[in-house]
């Protein structure tokens, strides 16, 4: 596609990535000259009108919204029967880099991630949109400190494709809820367990739970209790370790109920409320367009 003009108004010109959903391009708005991310949907992915109806939906119910820790979708349509997003570009670092490379992270600054997250998600959460697919590498964070929850839309995608209706897991069932595991529909709760255990996952430098395969993982976060934080990590405050306990609740009625809910508890088991940036990272250069074709002669 490179090359090409969606819309009549936004021109790739580089490919950032391909996934099992969807390929990610670079484009730049031909009227404004700014670069967006151009989310692509795969043509055999788009064959179920029944996802491609709740997707244009969800995709609509995004577009215009304004978070700071929500990416931003600008436009969403159809282009040679291909669905797609536009949205804002964001520089930096996911979540899940930063943890490879850095380990376990001290508690202020993993509560301070945790709550941007949280704050992003009771804004869509509060427009009934659940993300379903919260997980360290659908977190980025800026240079500036800013964590971006990416991949609103594609995540519902994944969870009405046929290939999960038959059963097959979609992507990693590392952060998936015990509800998700058994099929069963899902709510904003949901979100808040998949939080849990990225902020465990923060706190510990490795993912909750692990198997040798994803039905495996899967039965764990079904049947396994959470091991104990303060066992493994002494210096996580007994206050801390309930409250991951709590977003990690296998029985959805005993989580936290709502994002604004687990705000006010990171604010409470604080020394001060929390507004904390992620630590300064530095973010990778982006591949300058094209340069625009001057303006004609009038």
Known sequence: MIGQVIK???KIYDEVGSGGIATVYLARNLRTNQIVAVKVVHSHI??????????????????????????????HGVE???HYLVMEYVEGRTLKSIISEEGALDVDRSLGI??????GLAEVHHRGIVHRDIKPQNLMIQPNGTVKVMDFGIARIADLSA???SGYLVGTPHYISPEQAMGERVDHRSDLYSLGVVLYEMLMGRVLFDADSPISVALKHLNEPVPSLRLLRADIPPEVEALVDRCLSKDREERFQ?????????DRVSSQ???????????????????AAPPSPP
Not at 114 to 119: G, K, N, S
Not at 258 to 266: F, H, K, N, T
Request: charged share 20%.
């Open 8 to 10: 009549g108004l936004y």
């Open 46 to 75: 788009a064959k179920d009108p029944e996802v491609i109806k709740r997707f244009q939906r969800e995709a609509g119910l995004l577009t215009g919204l304004s978070n700071p820790h929500l990416v931003q979708v600008f436009d």
């Open 80 to 82: 040679n029967g291909r």
């Open 114 to 119: 945790t709550r941007q997250i949280a704050e």
């Open 163 to 165: 290939l999960t209706r």
């Open 258 to 266: 709502s994002a604004g809910e687990l705000i006010a508890a990171i």
């Open 273 to 291: 409320p929390i507004s904390a940036q992620a630590e300064t990272v530095v973010a990778a250069p982006v591949k300058a367009p094209p340069p």
